[in-house]
């Protein structure tokens, strides 16, 4: 089971929209609705941001935003705070029973 | 209030046998759809997920480490322990326990995490 890929970094200025992408395959991303996002601030825990691809946990900005298309899950974080500076990973279950994370993409913010 | 809360040796040798242990309060693991995971992190490096039981016994390993995991639950004690055997300098990372709530598939609540060092 091959990590979702990531792009290593992403950066914005404060109030811009930036988009993290997580491509995965029919057997994990593209085949099921179960793709959650993390956000990981330095030696810290991750926090969930957003499960079943677009479902915000209880507490989390509506700024954090998730779609799918095909193999390719995205987050958008609207209106860019310093706050958002962190790492983030995605997350799908998989064909067989599993789950796996994606490589990682930290968030710089300008 | 949800938490969990890993530990374990924070040293030990290659190709000894690790075992932690993640206590967990305020859900319970015979709650239909529950389940409780591990998950690693080498220092720098991305999240790797190791395992996860459920509340119906019902056991996941990663498939690249399926054969040194083993993953058991004591429901009366709210714990869950993970044992992976025949340990190596590269299993160093911080594991963490996180809950797996009932009808979604994400981790929802983590622990702070463990770290442990594998070295001679």
């Known amino acids: 089971q091959s990590a979702l890929t990531q792009p290593a970094s992403v950066s914005g200025s404060p109030g811009q929209s930036i988009t993290i992408s997580c491509t995965g395959t029919?057997?994990?991303?593209?085949?099921?609705?179960?793709v959650s996002w993390y956000q990981q601030h330095p030696d810290k825990a991750p926090k969930l941001m957003i499960y079943?691809?677009?479902n915000r946990p209880s507490g989390v900005s509506n700024r954090f935003s998730g779609s799918k298309s095909g193999n390719t899950a995205s987050l958008t974080i609207s209106g860019l705070q310093a706050e958002d500076e962190a790492d983030y990973y995605c997350s799908s279950y998989t064909s067989i029973s599993s789950y796996v994370f994606g490589t990682g993409t930290k968030v710089t913010v300008l | 209030q949800i938490t969990l809360k890993e530990s374990g040796p924070t040293l030990v040798k290659p190709t000894q046998t690790l075992t932690l242990t993640c206590t967990f309060s305020g859900f319970s693991l015979s709650t239909s759809g529950v389940g409780v995971g591990w998950i690693r992190q080498p220092p720098g490096k991305a999240l790797e997920w190791l395992a996860i039981?459920?509340?119906?016994?019902?056991?996941r390993h990663s498939p690249s480490l399926k054969s040194r995991l083993t993953i058991t639950k004591d429901t009366s004690r709210n714990q869950v322990v993970l044992t992976m055997t025949n340990m190596d300098p590269v299993d160093t990372a911080t594991y963490y326990c996180a809950r797996r709530f009932g009808g979604i598939d994400a981790f929802d609540i983590w622990g702070q995490g463990t770290m442990l060092t594998v070295s001679s």
């Open positions: 039981i459920y509340w119906d016994d019902d056991k």
């Open positions: 029919s057997s994990d991303v593209g085949g099921y609705n179960y």
């Open positions: 079943d691809v677009s």
